[in-house]
């Protein structure tokens, strides 16, 4: 299933939040603090009732909550849904892990030359045991999932590890683990490397990626993106938690057989002008799980443009429904 990409006239961010402005106010906790296990604390904050539907937003590499745009966050509440969004260890204003993993670690492991002698700090097993601990803060018993490409890997694992507490699965521009699809160009890692130097050359070289991965037929002014890499530093960037997480994807197994046991309702959402995860990785996702839809978008890169925050508000609404309905 393919979508093409809206008029011109629908892709400002300007236009979507005028479009909100006469829709009714959703409720929005302070930015709060989840004590877990091993020393890990999240922050997170809540949109909408805490009676509605759970729905647990995760965020992909080096990405804080706040990449969850809060007017998709308000959609999604309005659509029924109390909505968690939160920062992974070691972005935002989440806890900082330890263990220093080095450039050459990181370029062994993403070519395939050390990938059994690599040990990363955690992995993604870790981040969504810290995900399922969110959850236990919150007494939650089960929510539903949507993640963003490396949130895509920890929902996927997530959902394997503890199927009970899933209602229901969106994965979101990622992939399976398997080194053969979702590949991303050799020639993108130099860029993530290279955010040293403090808040300009971070805000620069935002600039720079997210030329590159964006997605074509929805693009960001330069200082849309500007401000976004400003709030985002202002925030909390570690650029060595980014090494981190990385070497957590480049570690990760291959989910592809035990993503065949997975029973929840899924829906798999990749664009078709993904540079960063090839749409390889959404088409084998979607293969392996029995029963997920696929939802291709034409002109969308590696990132939620405005315009299609009603296309991902939907995608969820309706996979959550099928939960509901086989309930």
């Given at each position: 299933?393919?979508?093409p990409?809206?008029?011109?006239?629908?892709?400002s961010?300007?236009a979507?939040?005028?479009?909100?402005?006469t829709?009714?106010?959703?409720?929005?906790s302070?930015?709060l603090?989840?004590?877990?296990?091993?020393?890990?604390?999240l922050?997170y904050?809540?949109?909408?009732?805490?009676?509605d539907?759970?729905?647990?937003?995760?965020?992909?590499?080096?990405?804080?909550?706040?990449w969850?745009d809060?007017?998709?966050?308000?959609m999604?509440?309005r659509?029924g849904?109390?909505v968690?969004?939160?920062?992974?260890r070691?972005t935002?204003?989440?806890s900082?892990?330890?263990?220093r993993?080095t450039?050459?670690?990181?370029?062994?492991?993403?070519?395939g030359v050390?990938?059994?002698r690599?040990r990363p700090?955690?992995?993604?097993?870790?981040?969504?045991?810290?995900?399922?601990g969110l959850?236990?803060?919150?007494?939650?018993e089960s929510?539903?999932?949507?993640?963003v490409?490396m949130?895509?890997m920890?929902?996927?694992?997530?959902?394997?590890?503890e199927?009970?507490r899933v209602?229901?699965?969106?994965s979101?521009?990622?992939?399976t683990?398997?080194r053969?699809v979702?590949?991303?160009?050799p020639s993108?890692?130099?860029?993530l490397l290279?955010?040293?130097?403090?808040?300009?050359?971070?805000i620069?070289?935002?600039?720079?990626?997210?030329?590159?991965?964006?997605?074509?037929?929805y693009?960001?002014t330069?200082?849309?993106?500007?401000?976004r890499?400003?709030?985002?530093?202002d925030?909390?960037v570690s650029?060595?938690g980014t090494?981190?997480?990385?070497?957590?994807?480049?570690?990760?197994?291959?989910?592809?057989?035990p993503?065949?046991?997975?029973?929840?309702p899924t829906?798999?959402v990749h664009?078709?002008?993904?540079?960063?995860?090839?749409v390889?990785g959404?088409r084998?996702?979607a293969?392996?799980?029995?029963?997920?839809?696929l939802?291709?978008?034409?002109?969308m890169?590696h990132?939620m443009?405005?315009?299609?925050?009603e296309?991902?508000t939907?995608?969820?609404t309706?996979n959550?429904?099928?939960s509901?309905?086989?309930g």
């Amino acid at each position: 299933m393919s979508t093409p990409p809206d008029s011109p006239a629908t892709t400002s961010s300007e236009a979507a939040s005028k479009a909100s402005s006469t829709q009714p106010d959703v409720a929005v906790s302070d930015e709060l603090f989840a004590p877990l296990t091993g020393g890990v604390e999240l922050c997170y904050q809540t949109f909408g009732d805490p009676d509605d539907e759970p729905l647990l937003l995760v965020m992909g590499l080096g990405g804080p909550m706040t990449w969850w745009d809060p007017e998709l966050c308000e959609m999604l509440a309005r659509a029924g849904f109390f909505v968690v969004r939160y920062d992974n260890r070691d972005t935002g204003r989440s806890s900082r892990a330890e263990g220093r993993v080095t450039r050459g670690a990181l370029v062994a492991a993403f070519t395939g030359v050390a990938k059994r002698r690599s040990r990363p700090p955690y992995s993604m097993a870790d981040l969504a045991a810290d995900a399922f601990g969110l959850l236990d803060h919150l007494g939650l018993e089960s929510a539903h999932l949507a993640g963003v490409s490396m949130g895509g890997m920890i929902v996927q694992t997530m959902a394997i590890a503890e199927p009970d507490r899933v209602r229901s699965l969106a994965s979101i521009m990622s992939t399976t683990g398997q080194r053969t699809v979702g590949w991303q160009h050799p020639s993108l890692l130099p860029t993530l490397l290279g955010r040293g130097g403090g808040r300009e050359a971070y805000i620069r070289s935002s600039v720079t990626t997210w030329r590159l991965i964006g997605s074509p037929a929805y693009p960001q002014t330069r200082e849309e993106t500007e401000q976004r890499a400003a709030d985002t530093w202002d925030r909390g960037v570690s650029l060595s938690g980014t090494a981190r997480q990385m070497l957590a994807i480049v570690t990760q197994p291959d989910r592809s057989a035990p993503l065949r046991e997975v029973r929840v309702p899924t829906v798999v959402v990749h664009g078709l002008a993904d540079k960063m995860v090839h749409v390889s990785g959404g088409r084998a996702t979607a293969r392996a799980v029995p029963g997920a839809e696929l939802l291709l978008i034409d002109g969308m890169g590696h990132d939620m443009p405005p315009a299609l925050f009603e296309t991902f508000t939907r995608a969820i609404t309706d996979n959550a429904q099928r939960s509901k309905n086989a309930g």
